[in-house]
């Protein structure tokens, strides 16, 4: 009932971002995996209705190749035109909410929240 495409990221691993489309009502879920930041994550993710995006570290770090910052995922989810922005890939210490704020001011008008064990989506 899906139609699957990958997205090659940057990582020195080799490491594919998924798009996955429920064929019936066009429901899109988009996971960026590990990645630094790529523009090409703003197509790839175009009208998505949640954007699943690994974000390991803080505004001002951008420019990572293997992990990307609030500031950038919150900015593919703006560009993009999303409805929802998931913050996943965590940093293991740090201030989550600090993340979750700094995401939230890049991403204007999208609903952007923490991943958390257990969380249940209904796209």
Request: contains cysteine; hydrophobic residues 45%; proline residues 4%.
């Amino acid at each position: 009932p899906f139609r699957i495409s990958f997205l090659k990221t940057l990582h020195p691993v080799p490491c594919y971002a998924l798009e996955i489309i429920e064929i019936t009502t066009g429901k899109k879920l988009v996971f960026t995996a590990d990645s630094g930041y790529l523009a090409d994550f703003v197509s790839f993710s175009k009208d998505a209705d949640v954007l699943l995006a690994d974000t390991n570290f803080f505004q001002g770090q951008e420019g990572h190749k293997v992990h990307m910052t609030s500031y950038e995922v919150g900015n593919i989810a703006k560009e993009a035109k999303v409805q929802k922005l998931i913050l996943t890939h965590l940093p293991p210490s740090g201030e989550w909410e600090k993340l979750l704020e700094e995401a939230k001011e890049a991403a204007g008008d999208v609903v952007v929240q923490l991943a958390e064990k257990d969380l249940q989506i209904i796209i």
